[in-house]
């Protein structure tokens, strides 16, 4: 009864469930006489361990512990969500004796199975019963010699379970109400709040704080020629690349400011180190229909002692100058020779790496080969599209998806339109890139290789 009061206590402070966890098995090994304890997860059907106690060193309890049941395969499981009754199991008798194979006192005979894998006595599993459903269940163990576990076990081990079942339920509402306070619904990245809240404290800590502002490029032109629900997918698409980021820096929060704009607080990381992790995520992971991520930094490793509101403004503007250049950039990339047949061996090159890489299906393989194409002729902008099938040739093709950046007042840009089949790509180039018969019979067989290697 002490164990248990002091149960109680220590489970009403805990936080999350892995503290829940720690608690529920090193109480189990004391109230229950038991030689090992595993904290259970039980989700559609299947159970899943997250914690033991004591940690296994045996090789066959590691591979036990790490594994997953599911609710067709143990009967003694598959009753206890449906009864959200106890079940118990024996392979000695009190004499350390094997039971026999017929003994309908053993209990289930593949749970008698797996205590004989492993040369333990007896087990017990109780139900973790949250909001009226098995949550989880809470499993012992006890190795010989040793008495079988026992109905007074079972009350125990039950009276335990009931005490851990609420303390998931309230970390797991305490969770979920700072998941509405504190988490962009959209994303499931922190909010702005939270971001103001991570900078001032990374501040207040005298070590070097990076602050990482983004903007999404192509939001608007996804939204307006694709809808909102290709908009919201952009949107979580680059909080997949800022999560990626904040993982990669331990200690940093990345977080939606509001619209199209993101931001990462980073703690004790060097600037060079975040400007080299942002650089390489956001290359591996390129958003879809062509939109891309501009972002700047800012560090106190340059600004000095400064307001969490000044390092955010610090970073904006970095941003904001970082999306200039980004534009002047793919304005100017134009091939460096004016020669047709090595801009057709650049477009080639480029445009079957893009096409490999790309997802599988026509419309992601012509949106790389279109963005390949027309970054290597130094274009601003492309366009992918199709005619309806039985359409006459005077009916307009309808856009699927379009990419690029928008081009600066005053550039010269011209399109060249290839195709295969009903599908048509428009790619942007400089007015100035090499064209010609090779540079198009190059663009029109990277046309037909994405569009036949999605078949």
């Known amino acids: 009864m002490r164990a248990l009061a002091l149960a109680a206590h220590r489970l009403d402070r805990c936080r999350s469930i892995d503290e829940v966890a720690h608690v529920a098995t090193s109480t189990a090994l004391e109230v229950l006489d038991a030689q090992g304890v595993a904290f259970c997860r039980i989700d559609q059907d299947t159970c899943r361990i997250v914690a033991v106690e004591p940690r296994p060193t045996d090789p066959r309890l590691v591979w036990l512990s790490r594994a997953s049941y599911r609710a067709n395969d143990r009967p003694a499981l598959r009753n206890m969500i449906r009864d959200r009754a106890s079940w118990v199991a024996h392979a000695r008798t009190v004499h350390d004796e094997p039971t026999a194979e017929d003994d309908p006192d053993a209990g289930d005979p593949i749970e008698v199975a797996s205590l004989r894998e492993v040369d333990a006595a007896s087990g017990l599993g109780s139900p973790l019963i949250v909001n009226g459903t098995v949550w989880g269940q809470i499993v012992a163990s006890r190795g010989r010699p040793g008495i079988p576990f026992l109905v007074d076990d079972i009350a125990r081990a039950e009276v335990l ?198 997802q599988s299906g026509v419309v992601p393989r012509l949106c790389a080969f279109a963005a390949a194409a027309t970054e290597t002729l130094g274009g601003s902008t492309w366009t992918v599209l199709t005619r309806r099938e039985g359409s006459s040739p005077d009916e307009p093709a309808a856009a699927v998806a379009r990419g690029g950046s928008p081009a600066e007042v005053g550039a010269q840009f011209a399109t060249v339109v290839v195709g295969y089949g009903p599908w048509l790509v428009e790619i942007g180039m400089s007015a100035t890139a090499a064209t010609g018969d090779v540079v198009l019979t190059s663009l029109d067989a990277l046309a037909g290789v994405a569009v036949r290697g999605a078949r």
């Open 161 to 358: 379970a009931a005490l851990v079942a609420g303390a998931v339920a309230r970390v797991d509402l305490e969770a979920q109400v700072r998941h509405l306070v504190a988490d962009d619904p959209l994303t499931g990245l922190s909010n702005r709040r939270v971001a103001d809240a991570e900078a001032e404290s990374a501040l207040e800590s005298g070590h070097e704080t990076c602050i990482v502002m983004c903007d999404v490029d192509g939001l608007k032109r996804v939204n307006d020629d694709m809808g909102h629900d290709a908009g919201d997918d952009l949107l979580r698409s680059v909080a997949d690349v800022l999560s990626r980021v904040a993982d990669a820096l331990p200690g940093s929060t990345a977080a939606r400011i509001g619209g199209d704009e993101f931001c990462v607080v980073t703690v004790g990381r060097r600037r060079a180190e975040v400007a080299e992790t942002m650089a390489s995520t956001v290359a591996a992971f390129p958003l879809p229909h062509g939109a891309a991520i501009s972002y700047g930094i800012a560090s106190t490793a340059v600004t000095g002692s400064v307001s969490a509101r000044h390092l955010f403004r610090q970073a904006d503007a970095a941003q904001y100058k970082a999306k200039r250049a980004r534009a002047r950039a793919l304005r100017a990339t134009v091939p460096a020779t004016a020669d047709p047949t090595v801009t057709a061996e650049r477009v080639i090159v480029a445009g079957s790496a893009a096409i490999a890489a790309a």
